[in-house]
């Protein structure tokens, strides 16, 4: 394989804390440019409408900020990692929420102490002007989707029903663009206010169709990715092979994934994200699935000589964070894939791989770990058993034991939840640093 690893990182800033760095800078100087214009534009009609104006300003903020998370631009994703950006756009959207709805309620109650009218009253006054029905659709779509993605009703709902469902908020962020450019006392207050305004609804959808939608369509056209080869690995888990023209030229690595759809063979809103499972070579990609729902347990079926339709490749799951020479990499289950392919890459140092599994006929891949270890001159350690037959295998005495020397290497770990928990919360026991430790959930966003 002619993938390559990147040099180990000593003393310098890493790639995910420059690209988190990066972030809070942007959000602080646009939260200082952002509190200059609500001071330079003045007060409102009564002091209760001039709050109201604040919340309005930082929620406007909030939404473009909530784009550029979901954007999956490059830079950001293969620093941060698709997962944590996730985890923020969660945070962030219910902070928009609360912003959205208090600025809602101050407007009404500003406008009803203005005109000595019930709250009611005027809120069925407003919904007559354009620029506050505008804002109240807004604010009502922003509050379904929000009520959606709490745990207990998200996890009654099937992906692609709050998927779709969650694709409102994009109607949501256009009603706010046109309720904002309504409200000319904060779109265009000044030159300067409307300019930045502009240019920065500009950037925010510019990221969001550029990262969620033309690149993808561009490296399927200039792909064409097509399946050469469908091979069952166990009774339960298949290997998908797909080529395409220019494969070089893909900006992939090892231990990223991609989001997998296979036109003519599922609908086209069933897709599923899949880790590479081989490094990528520049003449090929492949995936390894386990079948655990209807879309990869189809795979075995897609045809040889269909088209894939491949976005990605996503994920920091990858060796440009690597701090130290030596590596500790931790898989359970199906989570084996993208370890297996990070093992292909060529680099130095040692490594250590602990393969977690019920048994042995359950270990994916072995027979090409195994190989791919003899070849590296690293150890493997293959921990079956189901966990409550003895000592936790990924306790700070079992892993102390198996890896003496553990706080000197980097670590990755990818499998189940419960598995990557029990990993993550053994390595804090043992005081690995948490710049070595480098876990990954994989998703769509």
Partial sequence: MAATSNPVH???VLPVDAARWAMWTFVIVNVVIVEALFVSAGSGKNGVLTVAKFFGLHAALLM??????VARLPWLDRRIGMDRLTVWHRWVGFSLLWTVLTHATLVVLGYATLDDASMGKTFVALSG???????????GFILVIA???TRSLRRRLRYEVWHGLHLLLYVALGLAFVHQLEETTTFTSSAFAEAYWWILWLFSFGALLTGRIAVPLWRNAYHRFQVTAVVPESDNV???YVTGRHLDKLPAR???FCIWRFPGHNHWWLANPFSLSAAPDGRGLRLTAKAVGSTSAGLRNVPV??????????????????????ALLIAGGVGITPVRAMLEEQGSGDVVVLYRVRSEADAVLLDEVRRLIAVRGGRLHLLTGRTAEGAPPFGPDNLHRLVPDVIERDVYVC???AMTADALAGLRALRVPARQVHAEKFGLA
């Fill in 10 to 12: 000593r003393g310098t």
């Fill in 64 to 69: 473009l900020f909530q784009l550029l998370l």
């Fill in 129 to 139: 002007v354009v620029a506050s029905l505008l804002g109240m659709w807004a604010a």
């Fill in 147 to 149: 009520v959606l993605s």
């Fill in 238 to 240: 298949v290997s998908v």
């Fill in 254 to 256: 090892a231990g990223q």
């Fill in 305 to 326: 000589g269909s088209r894939a339709f491949v976005e990605g490749p996503y994920g920091a799951f990858t060796s440009l964070h690597r701090t130290r020479p030596g």
């Fill in 415 to 417: 499998g189940p939840p």
